[in-house]
């Protein structure tokens, strides 16, 4: 369930650590994520991708997270991951660089990933839920079909066991 109380939603950081931090300034947070009127973070998802540090924003999130003072559900960039799904702008996670943006030849900054942030990246993500919610607030990356969220609370198993069980049902 999502937290009771105050709650700061998050989402879309895609490896911007700094604009992640000055975010969490402003909002109040210290750098341990805690806040002087007790308000917790939710992200949203898409921690990763495009920005310049996609391994310190999940660094970050999920030590949050795994000190109780974050909750995060699932984004499609982190389903991509799990997947295994190269994109535009996740080569970082297979230790690779690429040209971000379009108006640049050259490559981008940006921290490339080793086999052991994989594992741990891989581990943190299967871990998470696709959707929290409370009596006033529901929280998902992309829609909300009650149906779905209903079979989604029922299934046994990871995000990514959900998302191969789902789509095989849907392309019959």
Not at 52 to 75: C, T, Y
Request: hydrophobic fraction near 40%; proline fraction near 4%.
């Amino acid at each position: 369930p999502l937290f009771e109380g105050p709650i700061d939603i998050v989402g879309d950081v895609h490896g911007e650590t700094g604009e992640l931090f000055h975010l969490l300034d402003l909002l109040g947070y210290d750098g341990n994520g805690h806040h002087p009127e007790g308000r917790r973070l939710v992200f949203v998802g898409d921690l990763v991708d495009r920005g310049p540090d996609s391994i310190g924003v999940v660094r970050f999130v999920r030590g949050l997270v795994e000190a109780g003072r974050a909750q995060m559900v699932l984004g499609n960039h982190e389903l991509n991951l799990l997947r295994g799904s190269r994109k535009h702008g996740n080569h970082w996670f297979w230790g690779e660089p690429e040209v971000i943006r379009k108006d640049k030849e050259a490559l981008s900054f940006q921290v490339l990933a080793d086999a052991s942030f994989r594992a741990e990246a891989i581990s943190f993500f299967k871990s998470l839920p696709v959707a929290l919610h409370r009596e006033d607030v529901r929280v998902v990356h992309a829609c909300w079909r009650p149906e779905s969220i209903a079979e989604l609370q029922e299934f046994e198993g990871n995000a990514i066991e959900a998302y191969d069980f789902f789509t095989a049902r849907a392309e019959e």
